[in-house]
C-alpha cells in the first residue's frame, strides 16, 4: 500500500504547487460594486452581460452587483449614500436627486426607450381601448414614484387625463401580472420578460408598446432615455480611471447585444438570468432597437424625461434643470475612439 | 439637595426639563444641517419638516391618507381585538381546545407576520381588504394571548365562590372571568394598537395607491427624507393620541382596582 | 331539621383525609381543629362539593352530595369578594345568580348591609375597606341566599386580635338569629371552644378524626367574657391534651419532611 500511496501524493502536491505558482503576476483586480434593482430586467442587459462575458474582469475590474430589492429607488439611494460606486438605474432617479440637491451623473445608456409597455387585462378588451378609456380605474405601476409611475402620469397627461382621475397603484414588477389576473388593477405597466409573457399567454394586449422605437415615439412623442449607468461626481473625480475602464467594458457590451441573436445572449448569461431562453430570446427581439449601439446618452431623450418628470411635480414648475447636469459622454466617446 | 434621595422635583419642573432637552435637540438638528455638520439630504431639518407638514396640512393632502390608515388600523383593531377575546374564552374555557391548538397558535405567533405582507396582498388584493387581515393577524395574538392568561390567572377562590353562591357557566363568564380578564386585555389593547398601525402601514407600503405607507413609499423614492420623516411624525402623532384614548379608557374601567403609585 | 352523614373518604394522590366519619344535627355549630396539614380545609372542600371524595360517602339531608348543593354557603378564608364589584353588587350577586327578582334581591341586600353594620357603604370597592369590613360583607354575601348550611374555612385568620373578637362575636349574633348549621374549621382552639356546640379534633396527615367533644358552655356567649368561666379553661385543657400530640406530630413530620 504505501509505496503506491506516496507517488500519489507527490504528484497531487506538484500539481498544486504548478497551480499556484502558474496564475499570473500583476496588479490584483480593483474592486467595484454596483447596485441593481433586480437584475433579471432586461435593461440591465448590458452590465450583467459584461460581467458574465468577463469584459469587467479584462478591464482589471473585480465588479460586484448587488441585487437590491428595493427596485431602483434603493438602488440609486445606495449609491447616493456611497456604499456603492455605481448604479444601473433609469435616469429619473439621477434627475430626482438632481432636484434635491444631490448630483448623480450618468456616464453609459444602457437602453434608449422606456422599454415598459401599458397591458390591460383581458377582461376589459371591450371596455378599454384608448388611454382615455382609464378613467377612474386602478392602473398599476412597479411601486410609487418608479420610472413606471413617471412614465404612466405623462401618457394620462398627454390623453387629457389629470393624474387623480386614475388611481395608480403600487403593484410591483413581478406581482404586475398577478395584480392583473387577480383584477386588483385594470391595466398596468409591465417590463419585461413579464410583458412578453403575459402577452404570449393571452391574458391581456398591450395599449402602448414602449419597447419599440416607434412605438415609444408614438406614445411620448419622441426620443426617451432610459436605464444608464450612473455615478457620483466625487468618484468621476477621483478615480476617473475606474469609470473609463467600466463603461469601456460596457460599450463592448453593447456592441456585442446589438449583434447577437436572442438566443446567443440567452447562452451567454448565467441560467438564473435568463430563464426560459425561448421566452427571453422573444422578449430580448421584441426590445432589440432600445439598445443603442453607440451607448451615448441622448441629451433629447434626457430632456423629454425631465419634462415628463414635471406632470407629477417630481422637478417642480419653477425648478429650471439642464440635461447636461445629469449625464457625461466623454468616458463613452473616449471608448468609441479607441476602437 | 434632599440626603434621603427621595425626588423633590415638581411635576412642572419635569415638564420643563423635557420641553428644553427637545427645544435643544431641535436647534442641534438645524443648526447641524446648516452648518454642514449633517447633511440634511438624509436627516431632513426640523424647518423643512414643520413646513412640509403644514403644507400638507393646507392642502388637506394628509387628511385624506391618514384617514386612509387610520380606517384600516381600526377595524383592523376592533376585528382582530373581537377574535382574540372571543378565542381567548373559548380555550380558557374549554382546556382540551387550548391543548390541542398550542403548538398552532406559538408557531403562528412565531411567524414574523410583517414578512407575510406581500402574501396578504396576493391573496387579497391592493385595496383595504389586505391591510385589515395583516392588521388582524398582529392584533388577534396579541389580544388572544392576554385574554386567554387573564382568565386562566383568574383566582379560583372566586370562581368557586361564585359557584357556591350559584353561578351558571354564563354567570362564571360575565361575572368573574370577563372582568378579572379585563385588566389583562386593556394592557394589551395599548400594545397592539402599536401593532395595528405597523401592519396598516407596511401593508399599504407594499401595495396601495393611498395611505400614509403610500406617501412614505412615494417620498423614499423620490429621495425626500423629509416627506419620509413628516409621514412619520404624523404617524406617531396618530399614535399617541390613540394612546392617550386607551389610558383613560383603562383608567375607567380600573376603578375598582387599588390605587398603585 | 337538616343533618350530616360522613363516611371515609380521601383525597387526591397523596391521602388527605382518611377514614372521617361524624354526623352533625341541624342548626349545630360545630368547629374542626387539628394542626397544619391535616386536612381540615380539604374535608371543607369536600363537604361543599368543590372536590370529589375518593373513597365514601357525605350525605346532605339524606342525599348526597354531588357538585356544590345550592343551600350551602361558603365564607373562604381568603377575601373572596369580586373587587371589581360594589359592596351591594357583591352581596347581591348570590340573589342575582338565583334568579331572584330585582326588588326582593334589593330590600334583602339593603337589610343584611345593615345587619353588618355597613350602611352607607353599598357603593364602596372592597379595596376601599378595611379587612374586618371585607369579612362583614363576605359573611353578607354567604348568608344573604339564606343557606341552611355555612362552611367557614379559617374565616378570620387573616385579621388581628381585636377584629378577630369582634367578627366572632358578629357572628354569634347573626347566627342566634336564624340557627342554621354551621362547619367552622380552626386551629385556635380557644376560638373553636367560645363559638362551638362540639369540636371534633383531627390527627396530623392523613387526618383521621381523634375525638369529638361536646361544648356545655351556655349560650348566648360573647367570645371575650366566655374565656372566664369556670368550665372554659377544663374543656381547653382536655381538648389540648389531644390536640397536642397531633400539633406536635405534624410538626416533627413537616420537619424531617415527610409527606404522610
Not at chain 1, 31 to 39: E, M, Q
Not at chain 3, 98 to 110: E, F, S, Y
Not at chain 3, 216 to 235: A, K, Q, W, Y
Request: aromatic fraction near 8%.
Amino acid at each position: 500500500m504505501r509505496p503506491v500511496v506516496l507517488p500519489r501524493v507527490l504528484a497531487l502536491s506538484l500539481i498544486a504547487v504548478l497551480v499556484v505558482g502558474a496564475a499570473p503576476p500583476g496588479e490584483p483586480a480593483e474592486k467595484v460594486t454596483v447596485a441593481i434593482g433586480g437584475v433579471a430586467l432586461i435593461v440591465y442587459l448590458p452590465t450583467m452581460l459584461a460581467k458574465a462575458k468577463g469584459y469587467f474582469a479584462e478591464e482589471g475590474l473585480d465588479v460586484e452587483i448587488l441585487d437590491i430589492k428595493g427596485g431602483g429607488s434603493q438602488a440609486a439611494s445606495a449609491l447616493i449614500g456611497g456604499s456603492v460606486d455605481f448604479s444601473a438605474n433609469a435616469i429619473d432617479h439621477a434627475i430626482k436627486a438632481s432636484t434635491r440637491g444631490k448630483a448623480l451623473i450618468a456616464v453609459h445608456s444602457h437602453v434608449r426607450l422606456p422599454v415598459m409597455g401599458l397591458v390591460v387585462a383581458n377582461k376589459y378588451r371591450g371596455e378599454i381601448k384608448s388611454i382615455a378609456d382609464l378613467r377612474g380605474r386602478p392602473v398599476g405601476v412597479t411601486s410609487p414614484g418608479s420610472q413606471t409611475h413617471m412614465v404612466l402620469g405623462f401618457l394620462l397627461a398627454k390623453s387629457g387625463l389629470k393624474a387623480d382621475e386614475v388611481k395608480i397603484v403600487g403593484a410591483g414588477g413581478n406581482t404586475m401580472p398577478l395584480a392583473l389576473e387577480k383584477d386588483s388593477v385594470h391595466a398596468g405597466m409591465m417590463v419585461d420578460p413579464f410583458f412578453t409573457a403575459f402577452l404570449k399567454q393571452g391574458k391581456g394586449y398591450a395599449l402602448v408598446d414602449m419597447f419599440t422605437t416607434r412605438g415609444t415615439l408614438e406614445a411620448m412623442g419622441g426620443e426617451v432615455q432610459g436605464t444608464t449607468l450612473l455615478t457620483r461626481p466625487d468618484v468621476i473625480a477621483k478615480r476617473p480611471a475606474i469609470v473609463q475602464k467600466m463603461v469601456n467594458a460596457l460599450v463592448r457590451a453593447n456592441k456585442l447585444i446589438v449583434a447577437s441573436s436572442g438566443e446567443e445572449l440567452a447562452r451567454a448569461l448565467p441560467r438564473e438570468l435568463a430563464g426560459d431562453p425561448a421566452l427571453y430570446a422573444e422578449s430580448f427581439e421584441h426590445a432589440r432597437e432600445a439598445f443603442p449601439p453607440d451607448s451615448l446618452v441622448s441629451r433629447d431623450g434626457v430632456a423629454r424625461v425631465i419634462e415628463t418628470m414635471r406632470v407629477f411635480d417630481a422637478v417642480p414648475a419653477g425648478m429650471k434643470l439642464a440635461p447636461e447636469s445629469v449625464f457625461d459622454n466623454r468616458f463613452v466617446q473616449k471608448a468609441l475612439g479607441r476602437k | 439637595m434632599a440626603t434621603s434621595g427621595i425626588d423633590t422635583v415638581s411635576r412642572a419642573e419635569i415638564r420643563l426639563w423635557r420641553l428644553g432637552l427637545l427645544a435643544a435637540f431641535l436647534v442641534l438638528w438645524e443648526t447641524a444641517t446648516r452648518r454642514g455638520w449633517m447633511d440634511p439630504f438624509f436627516v431632513s431639518q426640523p424647518t423643512a419638516l414643520a413646513g412640509q407638514i403644514a403644507g400638507w396640512i393646507r392642502t388637506g393632502f394628509i387628511f385624506r391618507h391618514l384617514a386612509v390608515t387610520l380606517q384600516e388600523t381600526i377595524i383592523g383593531f376592533l376585528l382582530g381585538t373581537l377574535l382574540g377575546i372571543v378565542v381567548g374564552l373559548l380555550f380558557a374555557r374549554w382546556e382540551t381546545l387550548a391543548r390541542i391548538f398550542d403548538p398552532l397558535m406559538v408557531a403562528l405567533n412565531a411567524m414574523p407576520r410583517v414578512v407575510l405582507a406581500p402574501l396578504f396582498i396576493l391573496w387579497f388584493g391592493l385595496g383595504l381588504l389586505s391591510k385589515v387581515v395583516m392588521v388582524i393577524s398582529l392584533v388577534f395574538f396579541v389580544v388572544f394571548f392576554s385574554t386567554y392568561t387573564g382568565i386562566r390567572e383568574v383566582d379560583r377562590d372566586l370562581v368557586n365562590n361564585a359557584r357556591i353562591l350559584g353561578a351558571r357557566p354564563r354567570h362564571l363568564i360575565r361575572h368573574v372571568l370577563l372582568p378579572s380578564a379585563l385588566t389583562w386585555i386593556f394592557s394589551s389593547l395599548r400594545t397592539s394598537v402599536g401593532f395595528a398601525l405597523i401592519g396598516a402601514v407596511v401593508g399599504e407600503y407594499l401595495g396601495s395607491h393611498e395611505g400614509m405607507g403610500w406617501v412614505i413609499s412615494y417620498a423614499e423614492s423620490m429621495f425626500n427624507a423629509t416627506g419620509v420623516l413628516a409621514g412619520l411624525l404624523v404617524l406617531m402623532a396618530a399614535v399617541i393620541v390613540i394612546d392617550v384614548g386607551l389610558k383613560r379608557l383603562d383608567a375607567r374601567f380600573s376603578y375598582w382596582k387599588p390605587i398603585a403609585k | 331539621m337538616t343533618r350530616r352523614f360522613a363516611l371515609p373518604r380521601e383525597a387526591r394522590e397523596f391521602t388527605a383525609i382518611e377514614d372521617v366519619s361524624f354526623e352533625i344535627s341541624g342548626g349545630e355549630f360545630v368547629s374542626i381543629v387539628g394542626p397544619s396539614g391535616c386536612g381540615k380545609s380539604t374535608l371543607l372542600g369536600l363537604i361543599a362539593g368543590l372536590a370529589p371524595v375518593t373513597a365514601g360517602r357525605i350525605t346532605l339531608d339524606g342525599r348526597g352530595v354531588d357538585g356544590v348543593h345550592p343551600r350551602l354557603g361558603f365564607v373562604f378564608q381568603r377575601d373572596a369578594l369580586f373587587p371589581w364589584k360594589t359592596v351591594a353588587q357583591n352581596v347581591g350577586l348570590p340573589l342575582l345568580f338565583r334568579g331572584v327578582d330585582a326588588g326582593t334581591a334589593r330590600a334583602r341586600v339593603a337589610d343584611w348591609i345593615a345587619r353588618i353594620g355597613l350602611t352607607g357603604f353599598e357603593r364602596y370597592h372592597p379595596h376601599q375597606l378595611s379587612g374586618g369590613m371585607r369579612k362583614r360583607v363576605a359573611l353578607a354575601m354567604t348568608l344573604v341566599h339564606e343557606p341552611e348550611i355555612v362552611l367557614m374555612d379559617e374565616p378570620f385568620g387573616a385579621l388581628d386580635v381585636q377584629t378577630r373578637n369582634l367578627m366572632e362575636n358578629d357572628l354569634l349574633d347573626i347566627w342566634a338569629q336564624f340557627r342554621r348549621t354551621v362547619v367552622f374549621v380552626t386551629h385556635d382552639l380557644e376560638e373553636a371552644i367560645a363559638l362551638s356546640d362540639r369540636i371534633v379534633v383531627m390527627t396530623a396527615a392523613p387526618g383521621r378524626v381523634k375525638a369529638v367533644y361536646r361544648i356545655t358552655l351556655p349560650r348566648p356567649r360573647s367570645v371575650t367574657e366566655i374565656r372566664f368561666h369556670p368550665d372554659f379553661g377544663r374543656l381547653y385543657e382536655t381538648i389540648w391534651k389531644d390536640l397536642k400530640d397531633e400539633v406536635r406530630l405534624g410538626y416533627e413530620r413537616n420537619r424531617h419532611g415527610l409527606a404522610g
